[in-house]
C-alpha cells in the first residue's frame, strides 16, 4: 500500500520572539495539504507576516517548519526556497531590476538557468499573470495592481509547489482587487494568503486559520469562521 505524500505545509509549535522580548509566535501549528488555498486572518500584530517569513526560513524560531516533508533548517535552503514563493506585501520589496524580465527571470537564473532557458520561464510567468506585454517595462512605471502581478510572476517563475501571500489585495483600486483576486483563484499551487480581506477569504479559500497573539485561535471552515461574529470580535476582527 502506497504511503499517502505529506503535507505540502507542516507547522509543529512554532515560537519566534522579537528583539524587544515581544512574542509573535507562541507554538503555532498546522498542517496544510498540496492544492489546498487557505486564508490567514488576525488583527495587526497577530503574527501571520512573521509566520510567512518561516515558512522559507527568512526567520528561524524554535519548533519545525515541513515543506512537502523536509524541515526547513535541515534541508538545503535553496529547494526550500525553490518550493516555497513568498510574495511580501509591497511589490517594490521584491522588484529591483531595471525592467520586469529581468525581475522575473533573476531566480532561475540563480538557479543555474542559462540566460535564454531564465528569459523563456520569465515570459512564461509573465504571461501566467498577463503582464508579458510589460516585461520590457520599468517596474516603477506599473501600477501598484501591475506591479503585484509582476512581483508574482517573480516567485511563478521558480515553479514553485506552494504561494504564501501577505496582504495581496492591499492598496488595490477594486477593479485591481478583482483582477487579482480572479488571478488567485487560477493558480494551481498550494496557496496560504495571510489578509484582512475577509471577503476575499470568503470568496477564494475554503479554509481559514485565525492567528491572534502569536497562537492558532480557530483553524476550519471559512464560512463558519466568519460567520462566527462572536470569535471575530474576541479576536480584533
Known amino acids: 500500500m502506497a504511503l499517502a505524500p505529506p503535507p505540502a505545509l507542516s507547522v509543529r509549535d512554532l515560537r519566534f520572539g522579537y528583539g524587544d522580548g515581544r512574542a509573535a509566535l507562541s507554538g503555532v501549528t498546522f498542517e496544510i495539504a498540496t492544492g489546498e488555498c487557505v486564508a490567514l486572518i488576525g488583527p495587526n500584530g497577530a503574527g501571520k507576516s ?3 517569513l518561516h515558512l522559507n526560513g527568512l526567520l528561524r524560531g524554535a519548533g519545525q517548519v515541513f515543506v512537502a516533508g523536509m524541515e526547513v533548517g535541515a534541508a538545503p535552503m535553496r529547494e526550500i526556497r525553490r518550493r516555497v514563493g513568498l510574495v511580501f506585501q509591497d511589490p517594490d520589496d521584491q522588484l529591483f531590476m531595471p525592467t520586469c524580465i529581468e525581475d522575473v527571470a533573476f531566480g532561475p537564473m540563480n ?3 542559462r540566460p535564454h532557458e531564465a528569459r523563456a520561464k520569465a515570459m512564461e510567468a509573465l504571461s501566467a499573470v498577463e503582464m508579458a506585454q510589460h516585461a520590457a517595462r520599468p517596474p ?3 501600477s501598484i495592481g501591475q506591479r503585484k502581478r509582476v512581483a508574482i510572476a517573480t ?3 521558480m515553479s514553485p509547489e506552494v504561494l504564501a501571500l501577505d496582504e495581496p489585495t ?6 485591481a482587487r478583482r483582477n487579482l483576486i480572479a488571478l488567485l483563484a487560477t493558480l494551481p499551487q498550494t496557496r496560504l494568503i ?7 477569504a470568503r ?3 475554503p479554509r481559514t486559520i485565525l492567528l491572534a497573539s502569536g497562537v492558532v485561535a480557530a483553524d476550519g471552515p471559512t464560512a463558519t469562521i ?5 470569535l471575530l470580535e474576541r479576536n480584533g476582527l
Open 170 to 175: 492591499a492598496g488595490l483600486d477594486p477593479r
Open 226 to 230: 466568519l460567520g462566527d461574529s462572536e
Open 203 to 205: 470568496e477564494l479559500c
Open 140 to 142: 516603477h512605471h506599473l
Open 155 to 157: 516567485v511563478l517563475s
Open 194 to 200: 495571510a489578509t484582512h480581506d475577509l471577503a476575499m
Open 111 to 113: 538557479l543555474g538557468l
Open 50 to 52: 512573521t509566520l510567512l
